[in-house]
């Protein structure tokens, strides 16, 4: 019963925040690469935000930077990604990921475990 489970996905309008959470069961995330990615309609998906070292290494996507962070809560085996200043091609499923070892920026691909996804919505 390993799982991944996003929540906090809304409608919101252009200029406002999210914070959407991913909480994780049956394994711990410290010593994990956990992973933010999203799907547009009609897009391919994109890694958004990494997080690894238990929380002391990031990498963000070019669209993302400087307004999005990543985050660890450990005692609660729960990442979190913050999001400002939302803009309307923010609008995609967001999903959570979990892999081993290895190298951990937005261009991983190969996660062992995945979420449901959870909408962001932004309107203008």
């Known amino acids: 019963q390993v799982q991944l489970v996003e929540s906090g996905g809304e409608s919101v309008q252009g200029g406002g925040s999210l914070r959407l959470s991913c909480s994780a069961f049956r394994f711990t995330i410290s010593s994990l690469c956990m992973a933010w990615f999203r799907q547009a309609p009609g897009k391919e998906r994109e890694g958004v935000a990494t997080i690894y070292n238990g929380g002391g290494g990031t990498d963000y996507a070019d669209s993302v930077k400087g307004r999005s962070t990543i985050s660890l809560d450990i005692v609660k085996n729960t990442m979190y990604l913050q999001m400002n200043n939302l803009k309307p091609e923010d609008t995609a499923i967001y999903y959570c990921?979990?892999?081993?070892?290895?190298?951990?920026?937005?261009?991983?691909?190969?996660?062992?475990?995945w979420g449901q996804g959870t909408q962001v919505t932004v309107s203008s």
């Open positions: 990921a979990a892999g081993g070892g290895g190298y951990c920026d937005v261009y991983r691909r190969d996660f062992s475990f």
